[in-house]
Each structure stands twice: as C-alpha cells, then as structure tokens.
T-cell receptor, first 117, second 118 residues
Framework: NAGVTQTPKFRILKIGQSMTLQCTQD?????MYWYRQDPGMGLKLIYYSVGAGITDKGEVPNGYNVSRSTTEDFPLRLELAAPSQTSVYFC????????????????FGSGTQLSVL | AQKVTQAQTEISVVEKEDVTLDCVYETRDTTYYLFWYKQPPSGELVFLIR??????QNEISGRYSWNFQKSTSSFNFTITASQVVDSAVYFCALSEIPSLAGSYQLTFGKGTKLSVIP
C-alpha cells in the first residue's frame, strides 16, 4: 500500500545549488502533479503530467523542470535554488479525470520540506 | 479566475462540540468540482470529498457533513462531536471539470487550522 512516495522528506540547499525531488506512485495513475505549499497558504500547482512523455506548466512553473519518462515516476528539478523556493512540495497522482467515476480523487505524497539558505 | 476563500484562519473547539468550516468560492465556470482535504500535523494531504457542481445534494459521512449551496457559492464542512484526532488544517479547493485530455488544476484556499481541545 505504498501509494505516492516522495523523497527526500527534508532538504536544505544553498542558493544556486540544484536538486531533484523524487516522486513515484504504484497505482498506475496516468495523471501526476507537483504542488508547492508556502507557509499559511494553500497549494499551488507547479507542473503536471497527463501521461508518460507529456508534461505541462501549472500556475507557478518558473525555476522548475519536470520529466515523465515512465508512468510511475515524476521527478521535479530545481536548477538554481533560490530562497523563494523555500516551501513544502507535494506530489500527487490521480486516475483519468472526466470519466465520471468516484475514483477521481487526488492521492498526495507526504511532502518534501525544502529550505534554501 | 478562480478563487477560494476560507475566512477562518484558526478555530479552537472543545472536544465533542460541533464545528463548521466555511468555504466560499468564485468561478466563471458553470460546472466545476469542489474538494475538501485534511492536513494533519504529520503533513500529508488526505482527501475527504469531491462534489460536482451539478449535484447540490448534501452529503454525510459519519461525523462529517458538507453543505453545498450554489446560490451563495459556498461549500461548508461540519464536523459533529469533534475529536482530538480532528485537529488539522483543512483545505477547500476548486477545479474546473477536466476534459478527457485535461487534468485537475486545483485552486486551494489558505486553509483553516482546527484545534480540538480535550
């Protein structure tokens, strides 16, 4: 019953460093998402993917890159970390939406807390 | 543009009291989804409910109930007989109904922190 797994759980970066946040799901979901949650705020969509090889920008994509080479994995890359990227990052996945089924809910990972100093 | 407002930043109740969390939304879409998520102190987001805009029937699940009123653009969440384990941040969210080629792009409120005191 792994669901959506994110690694690492915590990370501290220096300004200008790069890193990749890993996300994997074992539910064979086509749809995957990356959100960030700033203190006291709701989540904002960074990037999403509708299937392997297909990605698109969300509301706040600047400073991030993604790839989706497999159905299971959806890594998020920060190339030049900036203090504004200090946040909690959530990966999520879902079944194909728009089908009218009750399974169309988002499954979230436990989050990665990132600090850029 | 879509917007979700959760006016209550923090609420404290004594165990066994009922509590209602408010959610007001704005959207130009005629059909949409509304969601509630729970974020306990451990940090993960837990899905509670998804409601279609064309289904205004209220829903009850155990101690949880949801009151959807399209006329006032509200989707309020009530916890009956609250328990300490209900202590969490609760998020209301809104999404257009995606096409088969689309996906969810949720707009979240800022959340309401609920503290249930024993």
């Amino acid at each position: 019953n792994a669901g959506v797994t994110q690694t690492p759980k915590f990370r501290i970066l220096k300004i200008g460093q790069s890193m990749t946040l890993q996300c994997t799901q074992d539910m064979n979901h086509n749809y995957m998402y990356w959100y960030r949650q700033d203190p006291g705020m709701g989540l904002k969509l960074i990037y999403y993917s509708v299937g392997a090889g297909i990605t698109d920008k969300g509301e706040v994509p600047n400073g991030y890159n993604v790839s989706r080479s497999t159905t299971e994995d959806f890594p998020l890359r920060l190339e030049l970390a900036a203090p504004s990227q200090t946040s909690v990052y959530f990966c999520a996945s879902s079944y194909l939406p728009g089908t009218g089924t009750t399974n169309e809910k988002l499954f979230f990972g436990s989050g990665t807390q990132l600090s850029v100093l | 543009a879509q917007k979700v407002t959760q006016a209550q930043t923090e609420i404290s109740v004594v165990e066994k009291e009922d509590v209602t969390l408010d959610c007001v939304y704005e959207t130009r879409d005629t059909t949409y989804y509304l969601f509630w998520y729970k974020q306990p102190p451990s940090g993960e987001l837990v899905f509670l409910i998804r409601r279609n805009s064309f289904d205004e029937q209220n829903e009850i699940s155990g101690r949880y109930s949801w009151n959807f009123q399209k006329s006032t653009s509200s989707f309020n969440f009530t916890i009956t007989a609250s328990q300490v384990v209900d202590s969490a941040v609760y998020f209301c969210a809104l999404s257009e109904i995606p096409s088969l080629a689309g996906s969810y792009q949720l707009t979240f409120g800022k959340g309401t922190k609920l503290s249930v005191i024993p």
